[in-house]
């Protein structure tokens, strides 16, 4: 299962420039996600990591992963057609465990994976990777809590 943009957006609150998945390549639910994010020159970022060699910020390949994740949860109820509780957010709540193996640039395409491994209640445990081609940038353990709005 392939999902877009729009897919991305019913289900993650963030928005650009904060939002670091462009599309699901490949979804199998409750399980695992892959996900992507084409990496582009003019980065806001870039201007001040660093100037003259732009590499992609750790915290936000990081934050990728996490919204990765959140898209797992909530791509899988949107298949399952799960009614999602109302006003659901997803928040990013611990790592563990992560490493940081080698950098990202522009013109890379981020691959971002995770995987389901725990869930108690409304906390949610994820190992995660993120990749260019064959080359590991990051990998580790997240952690992610589903809190209720009220409204």
């Given at each position: 299962?392939?999902?877009?943009?729009?897919?991305?957006?019913s289900?993650?609150?963030?928005?650009?420039?904060?939002?670091?998945?462009?599309?699901?390549?490949?979804?199998?639910p409750?399980?695992?996600?892959?996900?992507?994010?084409?990496?582009?020159?003019?980065?806001?970022?870039?201007?001040?990591?660093?100037p003259?060699?732009?590499?992609?910020?750790?915290?936000?390949?990081?934050?990728?992963?996490?919204?990765?994740?959140?898209?797992l949860?909530?791509?899988?109820?949107?298949?399952?057609?799960v009614?999602?509780?109302?006003?659901?957010?997803?928040?990013f709540?611990?790592?563990?465990?992560?490493?940081?193996?080698?950098?990202?640039?522009?013109?890379?395409?981020?691959?971002?994976?995770s995987?389901?491994?725990?869930?108690?209640?409304?906390?949610?445990?994820?190992?995660?990777?993120?990749?260019?081609?064959?080359?590991?940038i990051a990998?580790?353990?997240?952690?992610?809590?589903?809190?209720?709005?009220?409204?």
């Amino acid at each position: 299962m392939q999902f877009g943009i729009d897919d991305i957006l019913s289900i993650l609150p963030h928005r650009p420039p904060f939002l670091f998945v462009d599309g699901v390549i490949k979804l199998i639910p409750e399980k695992e996600i892959l996900a992507e994010r084409q990496i582009k020159e003019g980065e806001p970022f870039f201007t001040g990591h660093f100037p003259n060699k732009p590499i992609m910020p750790g915290v936000l390949v990081i934050d990728a992963l996490a919204q990765t994740s959140g898209l797992l949860w909530g791509l899988s109820k949107k298949v399952a057609k799960v009614s999602l509780p109302k006003n659901p957010k997803i928040f990013f709540l611990a790592a563990a465990n992560i490493k940081f193996l080698n950098p990202s640039f522009p013109k890379d395409k981020l691959m971002l994976f995770s995987k389901n491994l725990t869930s108690f209640g409304n906390l949610f445990s994820y190992s995660v990777e993120a990749y260019v081609e064959k080359r590991t940038i990051a990998k580790g353990t997240l952690s992610l809590a589903m809190i209720e709005e009220k409204l």
